[in-house]
């Protein structure tokens, strides 16, 4: 490569992303996923558009598995624990008995109604079935729903790559013959259990590292908490462990912890999530070729795609859900808000890069499924929320972040007050902080006072907090109540205790 060739990516790289985050403000103003813009980009500048060439399997399926790395890293992160443990058994179950039973259902009608061999009707099914995760917590911002639901969403499209790559890369390589049903069933447990054992061991490290450290700049602290997570897969998969389950177990035990400079972290997450999903969708659609795509490629992905939505993920949802209080209104959102995205084009382009019979037809079925059923998915996903009654009417309470005094073994908390929080009206005075910590600083517009214990907090001000490391919980979690429920928020209780 010369450095004109370098000159010409950059600016074809720049123009792409510029292009694409511009996009996601149309997608937004027209109710169109953004994926599909992204995907519609690739298309545009490809094989049938402007000409680029790019028809390398292999490069895709690198590319496309570091992409969802970032992505899954990027979920975990910004996944709220207290909202996932309540859903976290039925989200693991429709991870894996779940993802199971729709590709049992799929892969026999692939095979029955469509006349597929089975190998290319277990792939299909198996490439199909798993949802994915950019585009499940692109929806999570999108609507707020109840926190079971959001969390059985979450952990859902967090953890069922996991079996579904082993199963697909099986398939692909023909191990499974080797290993058998039965064997089969073992490794998948096996990667998934040691993955997951490792992304917890690796989380907890990489947290205790971070919170004990006191780095110089704010922006090392999002770029060590990346390569925490990224460790996390890369330990996993050199022990052919899930290498996907560890970095999504890491990146929720990183996102949970009391981190330095959290909202800095966040929204550092957040753009390199953005970019990831970017980044795939526009090389996903330079590898579609429509000029390939033939008429009965169309039929077989929108009548397998349905097979798929209407009845195979409804019956895996109703057998998952058999063993939890899950009422057939949140059974039906559920099964509905399972999206396809990325996941099933990038799965797709392992049997492609392995060279297997009809990985074309394969990819080129898969584009289709997931084009056509991504469009009738979420277009009524806001008000089939409100009508199955899981729509929430919260919004964000409030955002802290954090920033360590080493000096004073203390941390400053800064405080924004969104127009959704109930913190808005309330007096310093009457949020009754343990003693220890205390209001130093409002910031309001482009003006900051020292504020009094009568002085209102307004919607949009930023409260600075300086808070000994011992109080840092109790601080938060009464600024949390007092956010969510006003200020007789835990009036009973002693404004002393760390815990009010």
């Excluded at 585009?135 to 926190?147: E, G, H, T």
């Excluded at 989380?203 to 996390?232: N, Q, S």
Aim: aromatic share 6%.
């Amino acid at each position: 490569m010369t450095s004109h060739d370098l000159d010409v990516i950059l600016l074809t790289g720049s123009g792409v992303l510029i292009l694409a985050v511009l996009a996601v403000r149309l997608s937004v103003g027209i109710g169109l996923p953004s994926l599909l813009m992204y995907l519609g980009l690739g298309i545009l500048i490809g094989y049938d558009g402007a000409g680029v060439q790019f028809a390398d399997a292999n490069i895709a399926l690198v590319l496309g598995l570091s992409a969802l790395i970032l992505i899954l890293a990027e979920g975990g992160l910004t996944t709220n624990w207290s909202t996932m443990r309540p859903a976290l058994g039925l989200g693991v179950l429709l991870a894996t008995v779940g993802t199971s039973i729709s590709v049992g259902i799929v892969a026999a009608g692939a095979h029955y109604l469509f006349g597929l061999d089975w190998q290319l009707a277990v792939l299909i099914a198996a490439v199909l079935s798993p949802t994915d995760a950019a585009a499940v917590f692109s929806v999570l911002r999108s609507v707020p729903l109840k926190s079971r639901v959001s969390g059985v969403l979450e952990t859902e499209s967090g953890l069922n790559d996991a079996p579904i790559v082993v199963l697909v890369t099986a398939i692909s390589v023909g191990e499974i013959n080797d290993h058998g049903v039965g064997g089969f069933l073992a490794l998948v447990v096996f990667e998934l259990v040691i993955g997951a054992l490792l992304g917890l061991l690796v989380g907890w490290g990489g947290a205790r590292l971070l919170r004990r450290a006191a780095l110089p700049a704010a922006g090392l602290y999002p770029l060590v908490v990346f390569a925490v997570t990224v460790l996390a897969y890369a330990s996993a998969a050199l022990i052919h462990a899930s290498g996907f389950a560890a970095v999504y177990v890491a990146a929720v035990v990183l996102g949970n912890t009391e981190l330095p400079h959290r909202s800095a972290t966040r929204s550092f997450v957040e753009g390199i999530g953005w970019l990831a999903q970017i980044g795939l969708f526009v090389m996903l659609g330079l590898l579609v070729h429509p000029s390939d795509i033939q008429l009965w490629h169309i039929g077989a992905g929108v009548g397998i795609g349905a097979l798929l939505t209407f009845v195979a993920r409804p019956a895996s949802v109703a057998a998952c859900a058999a063993w939890f209080r899950v009422g057939w209104r949140e059974q039906l959102f559920i099964g509905w808000a399972g999206l396809r995205g990325a996941v099933p084009i990038v799965l797709a382009t392992i049997p492609l890069a392995n060279g297997v019979t009809q990985s074309i037809d394969l990819f080129n079925i898969t584009f289709v499924a997931v084009v056509v059923y991504t469009i009738v998915q979420a277009a009524p996903l806001h008000r089939l929320a409100r009508w199955c009654g899981v729509e929430s009417d919260r919004g964000r309470d409030v955002e802290i972040d954090a920033a360590p005094l080493e000096r004073i073994s203390a941390d400053l908390l800064q405080i924004h007050v969104p127009s959704t929080s109930r913190l808005a009206g309330v007096e310093v005075g009457e949020l009754r902080l343990p003693e220890g910590a205390s209001v130093t600083m409002v910031v309001r517009g482009d003006s900051t006072l020292v504020p009094h214990r009568t002085t209102r907090i307004r919607v949009g001000d930023e409260l600075l907090i300086v808070t000994t490391r011992d109080l840092r919980e109790g601080v938060e979690r009464r600024l949390r109540s007092v956010a969510r429920h006003g200020r007789l928020a835990g009036w009973d209780l002693d404004p002393r205790r760390r815990d009010a």
